[in-house]
Every structure is written in C-alpha cells, then in structure tokens.
C-alpha cells in the first residue's frame, strides 16, 4: 500500500497521508489528530484561491466551526460559513439553493472553496453544491464522522434526495483536498462510531483479508484512538481510492463497494429510514452478514466465514441479524420489492456482491430473485 | 475538415455528420432537413436505453413535438414530454426542479435518454437535469434554433440563472447525439435567424479567414436554405467541436468563443436583457465589430478589418453599433463594470479576444481598464 507520511510530518508522528492519482485531478487525503486546527496552511499550500464557503451542520459547527474559521483566517482565507439543520432532511432541493446562494454570495470563483465541515450529509450537499455553481469550484471535505472519513468523503459521489428516492440527483465531483481529523471522532456517540466501523471492516471483507483479521485483533484500539485508528481509516481511505481510481462512474469495479448494502439499503427502507431504529452502517452489518450467509447458502463459500464475520461484528457492538432491529418488518416480497426496485430488474436476475470469502468478494449478476426471497424468509425473524 | 456524410445518406445528399471525438464520450451531431422525423432511428441506432423524457417551450413544442413523439414511438422509444413557457426566465431553479422531477417520474435510467427540443434555454436547462438525474443520463440535443444548433447545443455547457447572474448554476454535461434539424430554422423570424448567424461569422472571424469570405458571398443562400445553409452549420459545429476537444473546460483555448461575447454581455446587462431592445446574437454583433475596433485602436490589427466585419454584419441587417440599441445605455462606467463584474479585476486588467485581423484572433489578458473605458466612451451614442 501506497500510504506514506505527509513532509513536516515528524512532530506529527502518527499523520498519514493517502494520494488519489486522478489524471488532472488527484488529490490528497490526510489523516491525523488536529487537522481541524491546522485547516488553513493545508489549503493554501494546494489551492490558489483565498475565498472559502463553510457548509457545517449545527451539531459538528458547536464544536468545530470556530476553530476551522480561526485556522483559515491565520492563513488568510476569507471564509463565510452557513449551520444548517443536522440529519438526513437536510440533503434538500431547497437546501441546496440555499447553499449555492451562500456560495453565489461569498463571491467564490472556480480557484476557491466550498468547504464542507460534517458528516456524509453535509458532504454530499456542500459537494453538491461545488460542483454546480461556476459549473464547478473547488471543494475540501472535512469529514468528522468514521463514516465520512473512510467512506462518503473519498471518491467524488454528492447528492441529494428527492420524492423519488436517496441520491437521486447529483453529481461526480472529486474534492481537491479531504481533511479527516481523526481526533474529531472523539466526540461520535459509541452507537455512531461502531456505525461507521462497519464501512471500515467492509474494505477487509472485499478484498483485503489481512486487513480483516488486524481489525479482529486490533478492532478495541481503533475505539479508543490513538494510532491504530489513524492506521485503520488510511488503510479504508486507500482502499477506497484504489478503487475509484479504477472505476471513477460505477461502471464495473466501484460496484464491490456496495457488499453489504443491497441488503442494507432494503433494510434501511424497511424502517422508513428512522434512524432510532437503524443507521446506515448497522444496515450495512446485518447486510455483510447476509452476503456472507447467503453465498454460503449457493454453496460459493463455506459457512465458516460467515460466522467469523458476525462473530466480529457483534463483538464490536453492531447488529448482524435482522431480529435485532426494533419494531415489526415488512413481509418479506416488500423486502425483496427494495431489493428489485425496479419491475424490469424483478423480471430478470438481480446483481449482488457475493463472496467466496473474507477478502474474496465478486460482483454476481445473475442471482434468480426466488432464491433471494426464499434466504429472506429463512433468515428473518419468526 | 472532417466532415462527412453519413451512412446511408445517399438518397439525403445534403446531410452532413460532425463527430466530436470526445475520449469515452464521443458524439455525432448530424445536420441536415428534416432530422426530427427521423430522430427515432437515429437515437436507437446510437443509445441503449428505449424511454426518453422530452423538453421543450410552447412555442416549439406546438410545431414539432407530435412528429418527434411519432418518431420515437414508431421506433419503440416509450416517450413523455414536458412543455415549458418559451424564454429566458425558464432557466430557473424552479423549471430545473419541475423537469428533474418529471425525468425521475418517467424513471429515466442512466441509458435512456433526456431529449431537449428547442433553443438554448431549453438545451441548457435539460442539459444540466441529464447531467444531475442519477448522477448523469443520456442526453440528445434537438436544437430548432440557429443559435443553438452552431453554438449551444455543442459542447456541452448546461445550466441555469440566479438572482447573481446568468448561467451561473450548471455542470459541463457532453450530449450524446445532436440533432440540427436544417429545416426547423424556416419558421424563425427573421431576426431570430440574422441572430444565430452573427455566431456563424464569429468562427470565421476567430480562426477561418476563407470561412467569413465564403460567406460574404454566400450569405444569402444560407438565409434562404439549403446546401449553403447546411454547408455553414456544418463548419460552424465542426469549428466549435475542435475548440471542444482541445479544452472541454475552458481552462485554455476555448476562451476564444468569446470573440465579440465581452462587449455583447456588458450590452445585454446594460439593456436588463430586454429583448425587445438587443438579443444576444444582435450584442454579439456589435461586440464584434468593436473587438475589431478596438483592436486596430490598439494598433493591433488594420481599421479595413474593421470595415470589413461592420459591412458583412450589416449587409445581412445585424446592428453593428450601440447607437443603434433602442432606448438609453447607462454611463460608460457602467458599462465597464459589466465588463469587469468583479472589483478584483477591475483593479488589475481586464481578459478579451482581440484581433490580429479577420481570422486571427488571440486572447490577451493584459487591457488595461482605462483604455476599454476611452474606447467604449469614444463609440457611445452622443
């Protein structure tokens, strides 16, 4: 792996940095404690312009916005910022005019920046949002959830939701600079963290088997802080650009990215998307979980490996069975139903990642929806 | 240049096919009478997708979308349509909502199609919902105006205005077929079609000496139809695909498409874009007999070029001079701040394609403000 320490480094011993070579448009991830503080000279090292426009949420802006502003005005940058609502709701038609207005008014240009401070939400807006106006200025993630850090910040995916679904209208637009202050997730919930480790352990189960049994030694480590979590994220991080270097659009490859969140994504709709009864990376446990029982089932891998992979999730914390979501589920065609969404799909085969084993996953586009259902009906709660 | 005719076009003489050789994202513009009737064969011969949601105003829509919508139904392209009022007010956040919305609803996926028929308002604003939907869909250009089928509907720049400017909203969005139905153009009025022309002369005086003499001559035949009329979009849309694919961003080359687009958009401010008093093509015209003005004022190029350009434009009735804008300008110092929109540049000095002579323009980014404000101040109306 390609991860090496940034220059200056030296005091800063555990930093680590991750390059994604995008022809024309690569960029740095670094990964450290304090990055927050330190905001501005990353950016004005690499990017021209000395305009920024801060998109926070009101939760992450208590803690951090001060500070961030700070950094950018020792270094000279002039930054507006906007709080937005915290949660899902906020990844809006309207909340994006609101933040293209912001931005309109900032008088950012094509070399400055829109900054996104928060999680997956504001990321995926504020992304949004930068690549639209000017028809594209530049952008920094400071991501300051697990998830965020080693999932949605990396690989240019911004969106919002509409009637019609999650993610239905948005762009590809790489950031030039991604930040994740490692320190930051100090402040998650225990239940937030944990959520965010299952993204971690999804890059073990796809492809990196050694990474998987280093997460089930060192998985406590990684909770507290400390080196090892700064380790996991870069290796999640460079795991996750090696892969949208591959396949920038999600035309083959990117695709493994998504084990575990077929059943995920099902599951997620089932419960409305309330998050008191499932987050997006307890969703995504109990899928890895399925995709591993279910490829064991079609007699692709052995049942062992999908009992290591649940016996780890659950000794972190996280849920890998659907028994352990609160409140009743639909039957199980609706499940299926989310699965298929599409009638034309359901006609046909359906595409899932399966496996072979932990680190041996593979795209499957040829999964009869039968045996699907049959392996929910089993598997659900009686 | 490389423009051929396309399979099967014996029996159609006059069609001609430009390929903009875009890497991964190549595409044919053909041009040619009657290519509306037709559009069905031509996009299933070319896309995978068999649904495509149509965009287009009133105006156009009441002339051409039965035939369009006959044509894909006949070659088995399940179609919906939306009309939108005809005008610049429609590149709004609010149209750009309503058609999303519309595209999402006729569950358009990535290979279908998002088809824009109309003029420029309707090929951006539809541009930039292909561009947004699902992260990017098909997109099909049927411009019905001269204005778009030589400049807008190639290139793919998509977007939509706001209370701080114009097009300031959009992503860079390529179409995958243009269609420039010649014949479309028989019902523009008049002035609708002098308009477009102004930026067929624009790639004559940019780069293509023999181009602007070929047609001095030759004008007339391209107002009245046929080969000639087909002869100019064809060079005019081959002209803009080679700035295109050299700099597809704008970061170089590409600049040069704004020959005569400085002074015509201070013009268009100035006039609070009131079409009744100046369209674009009309500000175009005027800007470019001053580019060339201004160029021999600086000793750059001879006041016959000049000449030559004002009497061409002229000939075929475009307004050549402010004086000849209905209704007041604002003072000259207004008119330089259209022009430098920014305070920073304003300060420093200013960017504009100047001219060596007809045929041989550059970009100079180095006019200082003080000498475009002498210049505009001397060729005001008294």
Redesign the interface.
């Given at each position: 792996m390609n991860i090496s320490k940034p220059e200056g480094a030296s005091e800063r011993s555990a930093e680590r940095l991750v390059h994604v070579p995008l022809e024309g448009r690569a960029y740095d991830i670094l990964i450290g404690p304090g990055l927050i503080g330190r905001a501005g000279g990353e950016i004005t090292s690499r990017l021209k312009g000395r305009r920024a426009a801060i998109v926070t949420d009101e939760h992450v802006g208590a803690h951090y916005l001060e500070a961030l502003m700070d950094s950018l005005q020792t270094d000279g940058i002039e930054a507006v910022s906007l709080s937005l609502p915290a949660g899902e709701k906020t990844k809006s038609?309207e909340h994006l005019?609101t933040v293209?207005?912001m931005v309109?008014?900032a008088?950012i240009?094509r070399n400055d920046a829109v900054i996104a401070l928060g999680g997956g939400v504001i990321g995926d807006l504020a992304g949004f949002a930068a690549?639209?106006?000017?028809?594209?200025v530049r952008f920094v993630q400071i991501p300051t959830t697990l998830l965020a850090q080693v999932d949605s910040s990396v690989g240019g995916?911004t969106?919002i939701n509409?009637?019609?679904g999650k993610n239905?209208?948005?762009?590809?637009h790489q950031p030039d600079l991604v930040l994740a202050d490692s320190a930051a997730l100090d402040s998650l919930s225990e239940r937030e963290f944990r959520a965010g480790y299952a993204e971690v352990a999804k890059y073990g189960l796809i492809d990196k088997p050694d990474f998987f049994g280093w997460l089930e030694k060192n998985w406590k480590k990684v909770f507290e802080g400390g080196p090892e979590r700064i380790e996991a994220i870069a290796v999640s991080c460079q795991a996750k650009a090696d892969v949208v270097v591959e396949d920038e659009?999600e035309t083959g490859r990117r695709a493994l990215l998504n084990l575990g969140h077929t059943f995920g994504h099902a599951l997620e709709a089932a419960t409305q998307y309330d998050s008191s009864r499932l987050v997006h990376g307890e969703g995504v446990a109990i899928g890895m979980v399925l995709a591993h029982q279910f490829s064991a089932r079609l007699n692709l891998a052995s049942p062992d490996d999908a009992k290591r992979v649940e016996a780890h999730l659950r000794e972190v914390g996280l849920p890998t069975t659907m028994g352990e979501i609160p409140g009743e589920l639909p039957p199980t065609e609706k499940l299926l139903d989310a699965i298929a969404q599409?009638k034309k799909v359901k006609g046909g085969k359906l595409t899932f990642i399966l496996t072979h084993g932990v680190g041996q996953s593979f795209i499957a586009d040829d999964v009869p929806p039968s045996e699907v259902l049959s392996f929910l009906e089993e598997k659900r709660p009686k």
């Amino acid at each position: 792996m390609n991860i090496s320490k940034p220059e200056g480094a030296s005091e800063r011993s555990a930093e680590r940095l991750v390059h994604v070579p995008l022809e024309g448009r690569a960029y740095d991830i670094l990964i450290g404690p304090g990055l927050i503080g330190r905001a501005g000279g990353e950016i004005t090292s690499r990017l021209k312009g000395r305009r920024a426009a801060i998109v926070t949420d009101e939760h992450v802006g208590a803690h951090y916005l001060e500070a961030l502003m700070d950094s950018l005005q020792t270094d000279g940058i002039e930054a507006v910022s906007l709080s937005l609502p915290a949660g899902e709701k906020t990844k809006s038609l309207e909340h994006l005019s609101t933040v293209c207005d912001m931005v309109l008014t900032a008088r950012i240009e094509r070399n400055d920046a829109v900054i996104a401070l928060g999680g997956g939400v504001i990321g995926d807006l504020a992304g949004f949002a930068a690549g639209i106006v000017r028809r594209g200025v530049r952008f920094v993630q400071i991501p300051t959830t697990l998830l965020a850090q080693v999932d949605s910040s990396v690989g240019g995916k911004t969106g919002i939701n509409t009637r019609h679904g999650k993610n239905l209208l948005g762009v590809f637009h790489q950031p030039d600079l991604v930040l994740a202050d490692s320190a930051a997730l100090d402040s998650l919930s225990e239940r937030e963290f944990r959520a965010g480790y299952a993204e971690v352990a999804k890059y073990g189960l796809i492809d990196k088997p050694d990474f998987f049994g280093w997460l089930e030694k060192n998985w406590k480590k990684v909770f507290e802080g400390g080196p090892e979590r700064i380790e996991a994220i870069a290796v999640s991080c460079q795991a996750k650009a090696d892969v949208v270097v591959e396949d920038e659009r999600e035309t083959g490859r990117r695709a493994l990215l998504n084990l575990g969140h077929t059943f995920g994504h099902a599951l997620e709709a089932a419960t409305q998307y309330d998050s008191s009864r499932l987050v997006h990376g307890e969703g995504v446990a109990i899928g890895m979980v399925l995709a591993h029982q279910f490829s064991a089932r079609l007699n692709l891998a052995s049942p062992d490996d999908a009992k290591r992979v649940e016996a780890h999730l659950r000794e972190v914390g996280l849920p890998t069975t659907m028994g352990e979501i609160p409140g009743e589920l639909p039957p199980t065609e609706k499940l299926l139903d989310a699965i298929a969404q599409d009638k034309k799909v359901k006609g046909g085969k359906l595409t899932f990642i399966l496996t072979h084993g932990v680190g041996q996953s593979f795209i499957a586009d040829d999964v009869p929806p039968s045996e699907v259902l049959s392996f929910l009906e089993e598997k659900r709660p009686k």
